[in-house]
């Protein structure tokens, strides 16, 4: 294959979000361009795509190491084009920032406006956007209203609906934080519907709990409260990345909701929460909103937000468990994912995957949602596990192997409060089963494990193999590829191979 063709079939496996298949056909591309002389063009454009796409995996350390061979590679010219330099010193910054270095973040973002002259207005609204969004997170809420509002101005003369409303999004935060609650008000509610349209429950999840401060600070407690509810059911249920910086904006919304209606044990509850999740925060400015959960004080009770019965038929108290035990489970993960730095991320790509696959194998949405929960989940039960034997470099002796096949049982047990009612706690017990029968714990083959467990397994394994281990380095997408073709009707259900293979196909 020639250079093109490695570049765009990359290009289609990025936007899959098939990262470790963009990864090795990128990886190729840089590599032939760094055969052929005087191409250093080339090569910075192919070192700054694989930035990106260990960037988007949340593969920091790599993703600016790349980048800083992009610029390597961009000072071997000897006229250096000023919109991949821009490109490369944006997601630079974007890169920094995502790793807790805003400082340098701020730096990198100086020198790429330094560069644009008469750059491209996507990058013009890209550079206005990141010194939006870095202002917000200091509280500079005028300079961030300012702008945001200039990036939307750009956006919306490209016609690019979703980055405006993303823009949108972040100017009705400012517009809230500075009372001007008419035109925010009226911003989040037009965001909402958009994101919910467009199945982008992130920003959904995003946009209901601003409207829910918003509601707070107008002296409307209960109404502050069915927001945070929707907002909390869409996270644990749609939305694939939750982080527990989100859950701690919806705890400090929560603790001030709750001190206003005078339920003083919840506030204390929930602003311990938020408080611990911010101080444990890499960005300075993360840590300062501590500080927010002293500061804000609502106007007083309305009248007429009086507790209704059943507001919106919604029960709160069964979210708020499920939110409880669900961000006690994040603090767990936090803690096995610390003790084997390999596996970081896995769960989170582990549920890329099988939303990737539930859309192919087009599952009811009550089984998505479970399917996804899972996954978010599926190796909870990793925290009985000694990191001694975590992160074993050779084969494990039997005590130990026995202590490691807990682990499915013992995930499926910690969270089975936190979605009651549904499958999941199933779905992560039989997520080590094999299709033949031939898995751990309870030996269940084919049609005793349920599709969307068959979906968990495969999805777990490919990224198993794709990452690098204690035991042993990662394998490549094609030798992953063909590990599971083999394995079709063995260790894989052939319906979920099938799928897998589906998407790689250009
Ligand atoms: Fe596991
Ligand atoms: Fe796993």
């Known amino acids: 294959m020639d250079r093109e063709t490695h570049r765009s079939r990359g290009m289609t496996f990025f936007n899959r979000r098939l990262f470790p298949a963009a990864q090795e056909e990128w990886a190729r591309w840089l590599e032939m361009a760094e055969q052929q002389p005087d191409n250093a063009q080339e090569a910075a454009a192919a070192a700054n795509v694989l930035g990106c796409c260990f960037s988007e995996n949340g593969r920091y350390n790599e993703a600016l190491d790349y980048f800083s061979a992009a610029s390597r590679h961009i000072r071997k010219l000897a006229e250096p084009d000023p919109a991949l330099s821009l490109k490369v010193a944006l997601n630079k910054s974007a890169a920094l920032y995502m790793k807790g270095e805003a400082d340098m973040a701020l730096e990198e973002l100086e020198i790429a406006e330094s560069i644009w002259g008469r750059g491209e207005d996507a990058l013009r609204a890209r550079i206005l956007l990141l010194r939006g969004a870095y202002a917000l997170d200091r509280a500079l809420y005028r300079e961030a209203l300012t702008l945001h509002s200039e990036a939307l101005t750009i956006y919306q003369g490209m016609e690019d609906e979703a980055a405006a409303f993303v823009t949108r999004l972040n100017r009705s935060i400012s517009l809230v934080k500075l009372g001007e609650f008419v035109e925010a008000e009226e911003e989040l509610a037009t965001c909402i519907a958009a994101f919910s349209e467009a199945q982008d429950f992130h920003h ?71 408080v611990e999740i911010y101080q444990s925060q890499k960005s300075p400015y993360l840590r300062e909103r501590a500080d927010l959960c002293n500061e804000e004080q609502a106007v007083a009770m309305q ?35 610390k003790m084997d730095s390999y596996t970081q991320g896995h769960c989170n790509r582990v549920m890329q995957y099988c939303t990737m696959l539930a859309d192919l194998l087009e599952l009811e949405q009550q089984a998505r949602r479970e399917l996804v929960f899972a996954a978010r989940f599926h190796d909870i039960g990793q925290v009985a596990v000694p990191k001694r034997v975590l992160t074993k470099p050779g084969p494990l002796d039997p005590g130990e192997w026995e202590v490691v096949q807990q682990h499915p049982e013992l995930g499926a047990e910690l969270i089975r409060f936190a979605m009651p009612g549904s499958r999941a706690p199933d779905i992560v017990r039989a997520h080590h089963e094999r299709f033949d029968g031939e898995g751990y714990p309870n030996k269940l083959s084919s049609e005793m494990i349920s599709l969307p467990a068959h979906v968990l397994i495969l999805a777990d394994s490919y990224d198993a193999m794709t990452s690098d281990r204690f035991h042993r380095p990662a394998m490549s997408h094609s030798e992953a590829c063909a590990v599971i073709a083999s394995q079709k009707g063995k260790h894989f259900h052939p319906a979920v191979v099938d799928a897998f293979h589906s998407l790689q196909q250009i």
């Open 204 to 274: 959904e999840a995003y946009a209901l709990t601003e409207l829910a401060h918003l509601k707070y600070l107008q002296g409307k407690p209960y109404r502050a409260l069915d927001l945070c509810a929707k907002s909390i059911e869409i996270m644990l249920t749609e939305s694939c990345i939750l982080d527990r910086l989100e859950i701690a904006n919806v705890c400090r919304i929560l603790c001030l909701v709750f001190s206003s209606t005078g339920d003083k044990t919840r506030a204390e509850h929930y602003k311990s929460k938020a």
């Open 303 to 337: 009248e007429a937000d009086k507790r209704r019965e059943g507001t919106e038929g919604r029960d709160f108290f069964q979210i708020e468990l499920s939110l409880n035990y669900c961000e006690g489970a994040l603090r767990i993960m936090e803690l096995t994912e």
